[in-house]
């Protein structure tokens, strides 16, 4: 059975708040590890509403620094120091983000009881994580200033081996971790058994690639072909294509454009303007182009 | 009549938010003018929530800088912007915010649609804001880093003239303004008429003392005499009074203690510690010592 690995909507506003929708965040968990993708005003409130168990957060990925989508850290952080984290904190993002902290921590002369390790994010397709199962690349975008979408992939796992071929052909210990890994095995007598009758496929690897905020390009297309699910923002609807462009935003039609052009699986769209109240002609608009599409609303969860 | 004077809860939760509860910011609204005490995360939010005019506010106090009292400035200065705010906004706060503001403009690349002006706070006891309506004087408060309370209290009003006075005597219009503030009337016929029969007193001044955070102090008692509504801090209660002096706050019958001798005519408690869950205690003990004590919670308001 393949692990969880599944995203949860803290936020889907762009820009600013609305009274019922929170700006950009989103929790991703995989097996029982959980990642927070950007930290939005609020997001602390946001995993407390949704009992999301906070120390089990070891890193968090945020895409760019402009207000929607940082203003939450520091709370976050000071929040940690409270609950007496000691185990160090892990945070991608571009340069800058460690100033604002560290003049934050000094001016409230606080001394917090765990490490922040900043991470910054430098160029564009970068690997930036490995912990042996997940990885992530950076993905660059096209915004105002330097913002990176993120690219989680599952690793490749072993092969999984058959329980009546241990049996069978009386496989020894000591050589099931060569056919987990695609191995052939030779018998006392000689015989050469081939890899593919010891052992299944592992499931395919699962993949997510959130890119917020951007505006329409297909610079990136390669990188994220074929995914399980794409996050792509969709600020505007194509009747604002102009506004989009200038704010270097996306429309939903856009967003599904991206998402057909690079063979996706499922698309997610999110970070709606506030001028918007109901998001459906989102959804419509980008089905025309794109079935498979789905609305980042706060406490959706949808699995990869 | 009295113009509105009322001070409407945002948040009354201790350095951190629970699930239901935000950190401390208040809204004070004197006639049609507002006023923000403390900008915890989330302050925007809540202010849509409750349908506030946002630019209806042009002056935030910040008592210091813990980040459960300022992190909702930031989020709240760039939603100012997108609105196309372009009146001046006034913050009062310790020294140290304007850094913080401008270094995250900067990271941001923000170039705000409006100025800020900053009123860096030194001393206690100070005269800092106004506009002919009110006054706010800082209290210094006893708190780890530097912090003040806030003072606001209606100025001196002119006396109401009788109507049937000005028919009576025949005043003339240029003598009514000095009438107004106290002066007798002589008749053409030389009669000198006393002030008191020409008008009536106005209401009495009404005060709002607004205090967080602080340990239990006496040091501004003076300051505080006899004001219509106190809001003290009470983050414990009494069994946790030795924490509370550690870290230098107060108990509800600390708080309680302070409003009795300090004769003020009510009590509000808030800024609880996320530790309780029912918030009844807090009354309960502070009214042991001063019975006209209430509870700050989310959304309720306060008439002064």
Chains 1, 2 share one sequence.
Do not use: W
Not at 101 to 130: A, N, T
Not at 143 to 160: C, M, P, V
Not at 213 to 232: K, S
Request: net charge neutral.
């Amino acid at each position: 059975m393949s692990e969880i690995f599944k995203v949860t909507i803290l936020g889907s506003s762009a820009a600013t708040p609305t009274s019922l929708r929170h700006t950009t965040a989103q929790l991703l968990q995989y097996h029982n590890r959980r990642y927070l993708l950007d930290c939005a005003e609020g997001t602390q409130m946001q995993l407390r509403r949704m009992k999301v168990p906070l120390m089990k957060i070891n890193h968090i990925f945020i895409s760019h620094l402009h207000g929607d989508h940082y203003l939450g850290l520091p709370g976050l952080l000071f929040t940690f120091h409270l609950l007496g984290r000691k185990k160090e904190l892990h945070v991608y993002s571009p340069p800058g983000l460690e100033e604002i902290i560290r003049l934050q921590y000094e001016i409230s002369e606080l001394k917090p009881s765990f490490e922040v390790v900043f991470h910054e994010l430098r160029q564009g397709e970068e690997l930036i994580f490995d912990d042996g199962l997940l990885t992530v690349h950076t993905i660059p975008m096209q915004h105002r200033i330097t913002t990176y979408g993120f690219l989680f992939r599952e690793k490749e796992k072993d092969r999984n081996i058959k329980k009546s071929s241990i049996h069978q052909y009386k496989i020894p210990t000591d050589a099931i971790p060569g056919i987990k890994q695609g191995n052939d095995f030779t018998t006392k007598d000689g015989e050469i058994i081939p890899n593919g009758e010891l052992t299944t496929s592992p499931p395919p690897l699962r993949s997510y690639a959130f890119c917020s905020d951007t505006a329409y390009t297909e610079d990136y297309i390669e990188q994220i072909r074929g995914v399980d699910l794409l996050y792509h923002e969709a600020t505007f609807l194509q009747d604002k294509a102009a506004i989009a462009r200038e704010k270097t935003h996306s429309t939903a039609l856009e967003a599904a454009t991206l998402a057909k052009k690079a063979g996706v699986k499922m698309l997610l769209l999110g970070h709606y303007s506030a001028r918007y109240k109901d998001m459906k002609a989102f959804k419509s608009e980008a089905r025309i182009v794109f079935q498979n599409t789905f609305l980042a609303e706060e406490g959706e969860e949808f699995y990869i």
